[in-house]
């Protein structure tokens, strides 16, 4: 698969992406194609996108509407699909956008900052003070790389243009009609995101904060916190205490959590304090919206125990032990099953979420 061998690349490379995915029951796969939207209660929705290149998902997008004003939490990979999310948004409700809530800095939740902006010029765009400062640091070089023709992404491009062109794959064999068809589609999602980088607006929150914010959106209160780090340094969930609904970021994504970089060891407490609040709903940064706390206990869950393996490995042969070992050493068979189900895309990107895990953990460990 284009998406998980790249996804494994980019993350290693440029330590971004999150990642979709649904329900091992319900045979949801990492690639999104679809668009879903939710209405969890009244006035408040989910959109779930539709991936928009092979290398990069969208994140979810939530909206909260007010009797004064409105609420969105997150604004996709790409602007046009920030548009099309104001274009619903302006069908639900008449309400103005007040506030653009950023979980963090992540390019898959921040690039149609600028559209809302652009729409409601009254807008602020909130978020917490650390990821105001990743964005500015890091998703204007992630744009520039992106359009350099020697990056990895005009590499990919040069790659499908010639399976399109000429019928040959990059190992120099001929593709079949479907496959050539499908490279045609990865390249014109490749080149839309080119088109759309090359005027992208990087607006970095303009309120921050670091511990929480309150806000009254008239009849109806959001509360943002920062809970702990997780996935990044700046990681922020909003919640809606009446409704007992949690908007996560990407701290929680379902089926596969998401463990490519980040702050493992103070995740498992981060999660904890999710999981206090006791949550009806959770919308995940990415996937299906999740009924209850269940699968944030189970990712925790998951996290101590694959810590305490690395930790008893580490400790039985000493810091020295090579890190390939430790990774054959621990156990994730059924956790695997629990997480990936049948999917092989999900199980693919499991093993690579978790040897990313692994790694940081050795390294924790050994620095003891
Ligand atoms: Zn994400």
């Known amino acids: 698969m284009i998406l998980l061998h790249s996804l494994r690349r980019l993350a290693a490379v440029a330590g971004l ?9 319900r045979a949801d796969s990492v690639n999104t194609r679809e668009l879903q939207v939710r209405e969890l209660a009244s006035g408040v929705y989910t959109i779930r996108h539709p991936d928009p290149t092979d290398d990069f998902p969208d994140g979810n997008t939530t909206v909260v509407v007010g009797e004064r004003e409105v609420l969105v939490v997150d604004t ?13 948004i302006r069908q639900w409700t008449d309400k103005p956008v007040r506030w653009v809530v950023n979980t963090h800095w992540h390019n898959d939740h921040v690039g149609g900052n600028h559209r809302y902006r652009l ?21 204007p070089s992630y744009v ?14 040069e790659t499908l243009r010639r399976t399109v062109d000429s019928g040959i794959d990059e190992k120099g064999k001929p593709v079949d009609a479907a496959a050539r068809k499908a490279a045609a589609e990865s390249l014109a999602r490749l080149e839309r995101a080119r088109s759309e980088f ?16 309150r806000i009254d959106l008239g009849g109806r209160i959001v509360e943002l916190k920062h809970l702990g780090r997780g996935n990044t340094g700046g990681d922020v969930v909003a919640w809606l205490p009446k409704e007992r609904i949690l908007v996560a970021g990407d701290l929680v994504d379902h089926p596969v959590p998401y463990a490519f970089g980040g702050y493992p060891g103070e995740w498992i407490a981060t999660l904890d304090r999710l999981a206090a609040l006791d949550p009806l709903v959770v919308v995940p ?3 299906e919206v999740l009924r209850g706390k269940g699968h944030i206990e189970r990712v925790a869950a998951l996290l101590r125990d694959v810590r305490r393996q690395v930790n008893d490995v580490v400790d039985r042969h000493g810091g020295s032990y090579p890190l390939e070992e430790v990774q054959k050493a621990v156990d994730l ?24 895990l692994i790694r940081v953990l ?7």
């Open 17 to 25: 992406v999150g990642l979709a995915a649904a329900s091992a029951v």
């Open 76 to 88: 996709c990979y790409l602007p046009s699909s920030a548009d099309a999310d104001i274009a619903r």
């Open 119 to 139: 729409a409601w010029p009254g807008a602020d765009v909130v978020g917490h003070e650390e990821t105001r400062r990743m964005i500015a640091a890091r998703v």
């Open 144 to 157: 520039r790389r992106f359009l350099m023709p020697d990056s990895t992404f005009g590499r990919q491009r």
């Open 198 to 213: 090359g005027s992208i607006v990087i607006e970095p929150p303009t309120v921050t904060f670091e511990t929480g914010l």
């Open 285 to 287: 940064g990415h996937g």
């Open 333 to 356: 068979g059924a956790a695997r099953r629990a997480f990936a189900g049948d999917d092989p895309d999900n199980g693919e990107f499991f093993d690579a979420s978790m040897a990313s």
């Open 362 to 368: 050795h390294a924790e460990a050994r620095a003891r």
